[in-house]
């Protein structure tokens, strides 16, 4: 225990000092130690200051990367046909910084030695903490206790005999020793290392440490012939036991003085195939051969049991390429072989391929009687994220050649359900989460597309339109800026050049698409071919370099100008950003999502072998860009396979082994037309949503249960209504041409959702239970005791929420509540937009009419600044309502029904009254009893130039307006309450003609409450 180990080491510092002197320069009288450390909190003695905790060393040199392919590495790829790379210097072969712990748990075998710190704890009847070092004699002195012998003896041995000296020195206390900071070493580095020189480590330091700091292991030097040199004796070390867990020999610490020497690489042999570790290894050392048994377990053995062929490939004397096969695993192998493993198809007459993004992916024997659990019910076949619900079986006719599609559900064939008969090169393709997100947005995406399609044919008078204003808006003069900003120009994330809301509001969920014609559907599919899904990264990488190449060719000397140079322009940044060509590379037409991915050497794409651009023999050379511009892959840092086999691209093709990103790429994969492939997923659709945690549109096999459907929706959430799922099915009778609609309850129970086999078109729906809460919440502001916000139950009215707040404080005024509505907010928009139209309307008419009547152009001008202002004005929805309790409580038709979203503020009582508009001077004015709006009119200075009398209205506290009826001599208003605002408004008899004063005098005494109404909630607030 490195606790225990403090104590002695401390002290030791202090050399060969006299036992009492050494109690005296601590603080402790000659009694003894037990008079020093004794008391109530005990004592610490401490000879060493405190040192970090831990330490970082940094290698000398540090590489950015791996290192680059070995020639080793080159030629056994080009022999292999695959990517072969040298096993453990990803992790030996370059240099890393180390992570030395100044503190913690010693074992017991670790040699101590100077400057080694020991932390020592006393128990008991002497409680005293010890922080001392080994001195340069390797011993630990001790207060009352002979030196102890420490340097060169394991830390075990070394807290024995403290131990038994604490127990002879001192009654009834224990000691617990511990190694606090360990000693520096140097040790010298040299051989097939990056930067060879003498390192400084700890004692803790292993022979890996060394290495990692000298930048590692080049591919030239030997991993399994390490050398430590110490004292006179050779220490081998076999770093392939730090990487398999077979030894633990790269584990040995180093001491002071060490040598280690990395010689250069010894024979190796390559393993290829269905292993778990593809790659070349090295023999052990001093050997020239190693059985292929051995060479199967240094590769970690087979990926899956079964049966396999084992051939051994060997290169004659005269250069050629012999392929051996083995009768058994005990067989040498000598240096320079490969031995490859693969599937034994010999005893099968006929085979089927499991694709997709799964690491059991490639080709499997299919037997009579052959069915498809044999491939699926094996862990990992349906890959890491799987779709459970749904999967495709593509079935080659063997007299015709032709291709059938069949559906199959994962889930039920994995209970012992569905299990499909394999025919000769049947595919099965299991498909993935991420693939089953792709499939719904090509689907619902062609589907909105028809339906837009579909009206276009039917309502060709709108196409016509729509043409010419496209055509217009081509011919404008900024037509290459306008490209720019126009989000119906076609781009990675919009295939089809359309308004997103175009699309949706065509959208009548119908199936019958007889009106669209079939060179218009097949042209629709062909467009989402290349599409990503939205959000993905692909996508987001599209879009990007599509905007980059837009943005390069807009600016510039050269820069597009005309409607056809600005056509050619987005053509060129579509090409680039989806194939990374430019459209003088892809052909006159440009690339269709149809043909085959373009890729450049060195780069891997999605249908490219990953990584082998720096193999000259394998793909020719490094490789160069196909085109002249930028390299955009079509997918970049693709991870590798998932069985980690690369599958070379051809033409036409894509890789079976690989997740697709896009719907073009997964028609390629299965060799299956477009139109044939969509219109069969549109076959096996069924929809859920309501109470369930994914709602939405899922394909489904032929025997997915109800169960496994809610299960691949996440669940239902938990407030589930349990009593019933709505279910709409449609049966079909394809004989009688025929169907029938069904609306039907199902028992929301395991037994029925197990039980129930969905169709396709199957439509769910799942309720929640009722609850009276869950609806939104109101804020209750101002005089109350405890504003803030307050959930909202259904039913509960304005006296309920009052009781809640804790009631009105003693300074509310409830006359004076401003009840704000957000519905009631969109009813005064809706208002304020009907007004301006109609002023808008009026203003117009009087600009036509003739003689004195027409309008003059500066009156115009300002009222239509003023429609201006009365279409942007901000409504605020108040209602007029009383918050006074005892008032609701008397007159329960007072008290309003609550909505979410509501909002109550009860102001502090006013002192003053408003008196806005048409006065010498407008403001507040105190409030007192028996004053008339004569009064306060006269305290704001009396009537403005332009005040007009005839409309002086009264807006109460509560929101309430009422006109003034006034004479040449008084104004006839009932009693003023504090709070109240008076408003004079302005007349527009010398701004306007007599006409124009009949024609808009209604909209605006209509428009005077609602506008006097904000003023007063604006001051209130």
Request: charged content about 15%; hydrophobic content about 40%; aromatic content about 6%.
């Amino acid at each position: 225990m490195l606790y225990l180990a403090s104590l002695s080491g401390s002290l030791a510092q202090l050399g060969g000092a006299d036992p009492q002197s050494l109690l005296k320069s601590v603080g402790g009288s000659s009694g003894g130690i037990g008079s020093i450390l004794s008391g109530a909190g005990g004592n610490s003695v401490d000879t060493t200051s405190n040192g970090p905790q831990s330490q970082t060393l940094q290698p000398q040199f540090m590489s950015p990367r791996l290192q680059p392919p070995s020639r080793l590495e080159q030629i056994l790829s080009g022999r292999a046909g695959i990517r072969l790379t040298q096993y453990g210097y990803d992790q030996f072969g370059v240099g890393r910084q180390v992570q030395v712990p100044e503190t913690g748990a010693v074992a017991d075998d670790y040699i101590l030695g100077p400057g080694d710190q020991v932390n020592i704890s006393l128990r008991g009847q002497e409680s005293s903490d010890i922080r001392t070092t080994v001195d340069r004699d390797g011993r630990v002195v001790l207060p009352r206790i002979d030196p102890i012998a420490a340097g060169g003896r394991t830390f075990g041995a070394f807290r024995q005999d403290v131990d038994a000296a604490i127990h002879r020195a001192y009654v009834a206390s224990s000691a617990s020793v511990s190694l606090g900071r360990v000693r520096q070493v140097s040790v010298l580095v040299s051989g097939e290392v990056m930067m060879p020189g003498v390192r400084l480590v700890t004692g803790l330091s292993s022979v890996i440490d060394a290495i990692l700091l000298s930048g590692g292991i080049k591919k030239t030097g030997s991993l399994r012939d390490v050398r430590i040199l110490r004292g006179g004796r050779e220490i081998p070390i076999d770093l392939y036991s730090a990487l398999n867990g077979a030894g633990n020999s790269a584990a040995t610490r180093l001491a002071d003085g060490d040598r280690i020497l990395v010689p250069p690489l010894g024979a190796t042999a390559a393993i290829a195939g269905l292993v778990r570790r593809p790659g070349i290894y090295e023999l052990p050392p001093h050997g020239k051969t190693i059985t292929a048994q051995a060479l199967l377990g240094l590769a970690g053995g087979q990926e899956v049991q079964g049966r396999y062929r084992f051939s051994l490939q060997r290169i004659d004397s005269d250069g050629h390429l012999t392929l051996v096969a083995l009768q058994n695993l005990n067989t040498p192998v000598h240096d320079s072989e490969i031995l490859r493993i693969e599937l034994n198809g010999d005893r099968a007459q006929d085979q089927a391929t499991l694709s997709g993004a799964t690491g059991l992916s490639g080709n499997y024997a299919v037997a009579q009687g052959s069915k498809l659990s044999d491939i699926l019910r094996s862990p990992g076949a349906l890959g890491a994220n799987p779709y459970t619900l749904f999967g495709l079986i593509v079935r080659t006719n063997a007299q015709t050649l032709q291709r059938s599609l069949l559906a199959f559900t994962p889930a039920a064939v994995l209970r012992g359900a569905e299990d499909i008969s394999l025919q000769s090169n049947d595919v099965v393709r299991p498909i993935s989460l991420g693939e089953a997100e792709l499939l719904s947005y090509i689907v619902k995406t062609y589907l909105d597309k028809l339906n837009y399609d579909q009206n276009r044919v039917r309502n060709p008078l709108d196409t016509t339109r729509a043409d010419a204003a496209a055509a217009m808006q081509a011919a404008s003069s900024n037509a290459a800026a306008s490209a720019m900003q126009n989000n119906n120009s076609v781009s990675p994330n919009n295939p089809f050049g359309l308004q997103p809301s175009q699309l949706e509001s065509d959208n009548f969920n119908l199936d019958d698409f007889s009106g669209v014609p079939t060179d218009m559907q097949r042209s629709d599919i062909v467009a989402l071919l290349n599409v990503a899904a939205p959000g993905t990264p692909l996508a987001d990488q599209r879009q990007a370099a599509y905007q980059q190449a837009l943005a390069t060719a807009t600016s510039g000397p050269n820069a597009a100008s005309s409607p056809v140079q600005m056509a050619q322009a987005q053509q060129s940044a579509l090409a680039m950003s989806q194939y990374g060509v430019t459209a003088t590379d892809a052909g006159e037409g440009g690339y269709s999502g149809y043909q085959t991915d373009q890729f450049r050497g060195g780069q891997q794409g999605p249908n490219q072998m990953s990584g082998l651009g720096g193999f000259p023999g394998l793909n020719g050379g490094q490789g160069g860009s196909m085109t002249n511009g930028p390299a955009v892959p079509a997918f970049p840092n693709q991870p590798p396979n998932a069985n980690f086999e690369d599958q070379p691209s051809t033409p036409g093709s894509y890789a079976s082994n690989q997740e697709v990103h896009t719907f073009g790429q997964l028609v390629r994969q299965l060799g299956i037309d477009p139109l044939v492939l969509v219109n069969f997923l549109i076959d096996y659709r069924i929809k859920l949503d309501g109470a369930v945690r994914g709602p939405g549109t899922y394909f489904v096999g032929g025997s997915a249960t109800l169960q496994d459907v809610v299960e691949a929706a996440g669940g239902t959430v938990k407030w589930a209504d349990e009593s019933g799922v709505e279910l709409l099915s449609t049966a079909t009778d394809t004989a009688a041409g025929s169907s029938e609609s069904q609306d039907q309850i199902l028992p929301l129970h395991k037994g029925t959702l197990a039980s129930y086999v969905v169709r396709p078109r199957d439509y769910f729906h799942f309720n929640k239970v009722y609850s009276q809460t869950g609806i939104g919440s109101i804020t209750v502001q101002g005089e109350v005791r405890f504003p803030g916000n307050y959930p909202l139950v259904r039913g509960e009215h304005l006296s309920e929420v009052l009781l809640k707040v804790g009631g009105l404080t003693p300074t509310a005024y409830p006359s004076g509540t401003v009840f704000l509505r957000r519905s009631a907010a969109k009813v005064e928009q809706d208002g304020y937009n009907r007004a301006a139209d109609q002023i808008q309307t009026q203003l117009l008419a009087g600009m036509a009419r003739v003689g004195n009547d027409k309008i003059p152009a500066e009156t115009f001008t300002a009222m239509q600044a003023f429609v201006t202002q009365l279409r942007t004005q901000k409504a605020l929805g108040r209602i007029t309502t009383v918050a006074d309790p005892s008032v609701l409580a008397a007159n329960p038709a007072l008290d309003p029904l609550l909505e979410a979203g509501d909002v109550v503020f009860i102001p502090q009582r006013p002192s003053t009254v408003a008196v806005l508009g048409e006065v010498m001077q407008p403001g507040s004015y105190s409030y007192r009893p028996g004053m008339s709006v004569a009064d306060f009119i006269k305290e704001a200075g009396g009537d403005a130039q332009f005040s007009d009398d005839d409309m002086i209205f009264v807006v109460d506290p509560d929101g309430r307006a009422h006109r003034i009826e006034s004479s040449w001599f008084s104004y006839d208003s009932p009693k003023l309450r504090p709070g109240s605002s008076i408003v004079v408004p302005r007349n527009l008899t010398p701004i306007d003609t007599r006409q124009m004063i009949l024609d808009v005098t209604g909209i605006f005494s209509s428009l005077a409450v609602a506008l006097a109404s904000l003023a007063v909630i604006s001051s209130n607030n």
